[in-house]
């Protein structure tokens, strides 16, 4: 590989055998080098292709002033975190993940420590994120030897959460909030306690998930027009239907997002199930 453009004494760019561009790390790779120079096989450390020349062009603009120790560290977390969460990880988790980490290392310098008004979410509602941003602390203090509280896993996990799901970190913090609102409204209707321990509620959780993402991305299921099905299906579960324009009726409120028929019938369908398993 061949030197492009040095970005800083540990970072330059160089193109693989189809011109794409990669990034290239190691200690001192760029110390007085120039474009057109080979780049020493025995000093990369590590090398980006992330998906698009904009994001590439992203990455480089946040790791070029971020020291090469937490740069690495934040790599050693996401390559972890891809082998507990499989390939749902999108390349923007190398744009956010690596700020995010560089950014708490310098906040706990100066012990500006933030609260995580999600934490009891984030670990009920996701606990695969949660698990990883636990070890994504032990990450930290093995390799850099500092140590964070454990809301720091949940912002962490966020993260993942917000990679996975591809949505904006706005969203990501809305997405628990209207899950609770909605498993609240099921327990007062129905007066009764969902069990958070059960298959069932996993499964309802896992449904209500995607259901918020939709609805905060404007990317509903469209109604379909099967009168019949929807029909049978208000009839049918009338209680459960009417649990579910409530909830409609409360998401329309507070975020001002017009729920379509289709999704109001896949959420009664939901509700059915879980409350049926009292």
């Known amino acids: 590989m061949k030197i492009v453009k040095v970005v800083n004494n540990n970072i330059v760019t160089s193109e693989d055998e189809q011109k794409r561009e990669l990034i290239v790390m190691g200690r001192g790779l760029g110390f007085g080098k120039k474009p057109g120079q080979d780049i020493p096989d025995e000093k990369v450390e590590k090398i980006f292709r992330l998906e698009s020349s904009s994001q590439n062009k992203k990455l480089i603009d946040i790791i070029q002033d971020i020291p090469l120790e937490h740069i690495k560290a934040a790599d050693q977390i996401i390559t972890y ?3 507990m969460l499989g390939d749902k990880l999108k390349d923007t988790i190398y744009l956010s993940l690596i700020d995010h980490i560089n950014c708490a290392i310098e906040r706990q310098k100066k012990n500006l420590l933030f ?3 999600l934490l009891w979410e984030t670990k009920q509602y996701y606990p695969s994120e949660f698990h990883v941003g636990v070890q994504s602390l032990q990450i930290l203090k093995n390799t850099l030897g500092i140590e964070f509280p454990v809301d720091e896993a949940g912002f962490i996990a966020l993260h993942f959460i917000t990679s996975e799901y591809d949505t904006e970190m706005k969203v990501t913090f809305d997405i628990p ?3 609770n609102q909605i498993v609240q409204i099921i327990e007062d209707r129905f007066a009764l306690s969902v069990d958070k321990d059960s298959i069932h509620f996993e ?3 896992t449904h209500l998930k995607f259901f918020a993402a939709r609805v905060l991305q404007s990317k509903q299921i469209p109604d379909d027009g099967d009168f019949l099905f929807r029909s049978m299906i208000r009839e049918q579960y009338k209680d459960s239907y009417e649990c579910a324009l409530e909830i409609k009726a ?4 507070s975020y001002q997002i017009e729920i379509s028929e289709e999704e109001v019938v896949y959420l009664t369908v939901h509700i059915k199930r879980i409350t049926s398993t009292r």
Do not use: S
């Open 115 to 117: 609260q995580n008004p």
């Open 177 to 179: 909030k209207l899950i």
């Open 81 to 83: 975190a891809k082998t």
């Open 250 to 253: 409360c998401i329309e409120k």
């Open 203 to 205: 499964r309802f959780i």
